[in-house]
Every structure is written in structure tokens, then in C-alpha cells.
């Protein structure tokens, strides 16, 4: 087989060649470049069998290389080296027939594998006598293909029997490779090391493409690969992957398994486990509804208001307990909502409560990542972004007459239930009732009194619209001891009776 290399770094250059001279003395090198411009002279005057390139060089890359070779009405098989793994990189090469796409540095049984897959293909055009793009297939391009829905025809299907005896019908394992915000280089190593072994055990059929729209790797195999579990916790135990698996029957269907499989790799959420077999979960009506905690949002508020992060942290751990509950499982994204209604809502009053921080947040962007979550540990990561807005000042710092209101509010909006009055509140801030009384109306504009009534009378038209509660029920909640008194003061703020409001848009 004759070879054409073409890599700006000469050791590399020196390197790729000592190693295919190690796997078959027979191969021959006939030319080398260090970049796309001489590269692409140097292929149409050789004619080589195979084209080893590197992506990134001066002048042209190998991509583009490839391109114009193939404008020249020249074509051969080609090996990608590189140190970038962007998935565009990656289908770019497929599209030009690319045959491997393997990263530095270069591991042997890699390279091995791909220069015996070349090998194949150029003994089969010889045989065949043709030399034409469509007969340039690679069995990641054929797995690539069917990701992207596009069916195989009966050219593929017979190169998959020929080239790797693998039935386009047959069984496929499918698993998927959830990182998180960024893969490191030791998570992507492991899931090489994987497909590999995936190989030794199966046959060469295993092949790792990186959707990095979804930030997901898939490792597919044509076999069932029974028992996977056990080898998917022993290759992955240093990584942080989560990992959803599962099988489909035929290559034209790995589309829609790797669509149902991405969809449910949020399950880790609910289960709290890295390895989820798509094939055993549990169905919706295993399901518990997710109540919102609206009682534990009124504490963390007040917690907030009141500056004790401590009790904030505490509720939520509360909301978490709730969410993760093993008697009472709840949907992933049931619990993502939930999350992110709690959060907007600490993240508006932190922004009035005036934390130095809180503007600064890109609450949007915590949100959204919010949605995008696949596993606990990035709903963990949005808690300690808000608690790091709304630390609380060192202790012993003098409470300033704005501290005494926001810790009033505070108070009022954790025990407005239990009927606090101005005195029990100056007390626990040690301070006169007459002062508070001033502060709180010099800073809010309404007095105490008016104050805890416009919070009780939202509380009742929330939980009037929201619940089945009875009235008096409703009047207990928000405060009232005497649902007759609490209608009359219903009614004087809003105009309309309790029922009524209830019954009436």
C-alpha cells in the first residue's frame, strides 16, 4: 500500500511512519508534506493508496486538502491526525470519505486497526476495479449516516455484510456518554479504551461519534453486547459520564433509538444512579405528580430577606429531599420546573433585597441550564451559584436602618401566618416598636399594618385560585383566626367576597 503523509510536525511525521513500518514493513511511504499547499501537489503526482493528514497546517488544512483532491478527480482512502475533536471536524470527514478520524496523541491499536481497514478497502477497488467516492465508506460514516436518519441503500448494506459481516437488520447496542458542562481529556480517553474493548469482545463493530450539538457522546456496536452494565462501571468508575443504554433492532433504527435514549438520560435525576438501561425504566404511571413546595419557597425567601444563608441552604436541602424522594418518584423534568420556579423566585428578591451580586447574575442563563440538566450535580451547581449572590455579611456587623426593614420583612413574610405583630418583631430586633414603625414607613411607604395585610390578602387570592381550600381554611392559612372578620377585609381590599373571587375571572 503506498502512503502519502502530510503533517506540519515532523516528529509526528517521523513517528506515524516508524509505526506503520512496525505493523507491515510492505507499506511504502512515498512522498511527505508539512502543509495542505504541497500536500495536495505531492498526492496528485503519487497517486498513493492512502492519504495520512493532520487538520490544522499553514496555508491549507487537510480537510480542505482533501476537498481539492477530489475537485482534481482524484480519489483515496484517508486517515484524519489531530488534536481537536469538534464535531464538525469529524462530519466534514465523513462527508470526504475519511476512513478514521483518530486524535493525538495517536494510540497503536487505533492506528492499527485503521491502516488494516484502508488496507482492505484498497485490495477491494483493485479487485473491483472501480475507485469512486461512493465506494469510500468507513463504519463510522455508515453509523453517522444512520444517526442522522438517512437510510441505508443496498450499496451499504452489502458493504457492512462484506466488510465487517455485520447484518444491517440485526441487533445494535447503543449507549450514550453524558460529560457534563465539558468532557476532560482522561473522560475522553476512557471512552475510547471502551469502544475497544467493545471490539475485542465483539469483533471490530464498535465506533464513538461526538454529537457535540447535545454535548453526548454515542459508542454504537452491531452486537447485543448482553451484560453491558458491569463493563460500562469498570471502564467509566474514574469518569463523571453519565451513561444511558440500549438496543435496536437494525442500523436504520439507531436514529430513533439514540432520540428516545438522549430524551430519558435525565432519569439520573430521579434515580440518582450514572448507569441508566433505557429498556427498564420506569413507565409514567410509576410516577408520583410534583407538588411545588410553596411552603418551603415562603421559608427560603425569609431566609433571604433575613440574611441567614444558613437557613436558605437548609431549605434547599428540604426541596431536594422532596424532589429526590425513593418512595415517591417524581418526573425529571416535573422536578427541573419546580426547581426553576423556586429559583426565579429567590432570584427576584435578591435583586430587590439589593445583594451586590444579584444583578450581575445571568439568571436566564442559570435557568436555562437549569432545563439542560441531565444530572444532580448541575442542579447542586445553580444552588451554590445563588447562594454565593446571597452570602450574608460578616457576623456582628452593624444592622444599618435598611437591615432593620429588610429583617422586618423578613420576619413578616416567614410568620405572617401566626399573626406577628410590630412589638414581637422589635423585640427580636432590639429596637423600639416607634422606631421600626418609622424606618418601616420611611423606606416601604405604607405602613406595618398595611403591609401585612396586602401580603396576606395575595396569599388568599394565590391559594383561592390555586386550591381546593375551603374559605375558612384559606382565612387559617394567611392569618385569620375569624374567617367572618377575614372575608370583611377580603372584601374591602379587593372588592369582591372570597367566593366570588374564587368563582370569577
Not at 511527505?32 to 492519504?51: F, M, R, S, Y
Not at 480517553?189 to 461526538?210: F, M, Q, S, T, W
Amino acid at each position: 500500500m503506498r502512503i502519502v503523509i502530510v503533517e506540519d510536525e515532523i516528529l509526528i511525521r517521523e513517528g506515524v511512519v516508524r509505526l506503520a513500518g512496525r505493523v507491515n514493513p510492505e507499506y511504502v511511504f512515498v512522498g511527505e508534506a508539512d502543509n495542505g499547499i504541497d500536500g495536495l501537489k505531492l498526492i496528485l503526482a503519487q497517486k498513493p493508496d492512502l492519504v495520512i493528514t493532520d487538520i490544522r497546517m499553514p496555508d491549507m488544512d487537510g480537510l480542505e486538502m482533501l476537498a481539492r483532491m477530489r475537485e482534481h478527480g482524484y480519489v483515496c482512502h484517508a486517515i484524519v491526525l489531530t488534536a481537536y475533536s469538534e464535531f464538525s471536524y469529524a462530519q466534514q470527514a465523513v462527508r470526504l470519505g475519511v476512513i478514521e478520524y483518530l486524535l493525538k496523541p495517536i494510540i497503536m491499536e487505533d492506528f492499527i486497526r485503521a491502516l488494516g481497514q484502508a488496507e482492505q478497502l484498497t485490495k477491494q477497488a483493485v479487485t473491483s476495479g472501480v475507485r469512486h467516492p461512493d465506494v469510500l465508506h468507513s463504519l463510522r460514516a455508515v453509523y453517522r449516516t444512520a444517526l442522522d436518519g438517512v437510510g441505508l441503500d443496498d450499496d451499504m448494506r452489502v458493504y457492512l455484510r462484506s466488510a465487517y459481516g455485520i447484518d444491517a437488520d440485526g441487533c445494535f447496542s447503543l449507549v450514550l456518554l453524558y460529560p457534563g458542562v465539558s468532557i476532560s481529556d482522561a473522560e475522553r480517553n476512557a471512552a475510547h479504551a471502551l469502544k475497544r474493548r467493545l471490539c475485542d469482545l465483539y469483533g471490530d463493530r464498535a465506533r464513538l461519534i461526538e454529537l457535540e450539538e447535545e454535548r453526548v457522546l454515542a459508542l454504537i456496536s452491531a452486537s447485543a453486547c448482553d451484560g453491558l452494565e458491569p463493563l460500562l462501571t469498570e471502564a467509566l468508575k474514574d469518569t463523571h459520564f453519565v451513561v444511558g443504554y440500549t438496543q435496536c433492532a437494525g442500523v436504520n433504527t439507531l436514529r430513533e433509538a439514540e432520540r428516545a435514549a438522549a430524551e430519558r438520560l435525565d432519569t439520573a435525576i430521579t434515580t440518582g444512579k450514572r448507569f441508566q438501561d433505557m429498556r427498564s425504566l420506569p413507565e409514567d404511571r410509576h410516577y408520583q405528580v410534583f407538588v411545588y413546595p410553596l411552603g418551603i419557597e415562603h421559608r427560603a425567601r425569609a431566609a433571604l430577606w433575613a440574611l441567614e444563608v444558613g437557613r436558605l441552604e437548609r431549605e434547599f436541602d428540604a426541596f431536594f429531599a422532596a424532589a429526590f424522594s425513593a418512595a415517591e418518584p417524581h418526573r425529571p423534568h416535573e422536578i427541573k420546573e419546580c426547581y426553576v420556579r423556586l429559583l426565579w423566585a429567590l432570584l427576584s428578591d435578591a435583586k430587590e433585597r439589593g445583594y451586590p451580586n444579584a444583578r450581575g447574575l445571568d439568571c436566564q442563563a442559570l435557568l436555562e441550564q437549569v432545563m439542560d440538566a441531565v444530572t444532580r450535580e448541575e442542579l447542586f451547581t445553580a444552588r451554590d451559584m445563588l447562594l454565593q449572590v446571597v452570602r450574608a455579611p460578616a457576623p456582628g456587623a452593624q444592622a444599618q436602618p435598611g437591615e432593620v426593614v429588610s429583617r422586618a420583612r423578613a420576619m413578616i413574610h416567614e410568620y405572617y401566618t401566626s399573626g406577628i405583630t410590630l412589638e414581637e418583631i422589635s423585640e427580636k430586633l432590639c429596637i423600639t416598636p416607634e422606631y421600626l414603625s418609622q424606618q418601616f414607613h420611611k423606606e416601604i411607604g405604607i405602613n406595618y399594618s398595611a403591609y401585612i395585610r396586602a401580603l396576606r390578602m395575595d396569599k388568599a387570592k394565590e391559594l383561592l385560585r390555586t386550591t381546593e381550600l375551603k374559605v375558612y381554611e384559606v382565612a387559617k392559612r394567611v392569618g385569620y383566626a375569624d374567617s367572618k372578620y377575614f372575608a370583611r377585609v377580603f372584601k374591602a381590599e379587593t372588592g369582591r367576597m372570597p367566593c366570588g373571587y374564587r368563582s370569577r375571572p
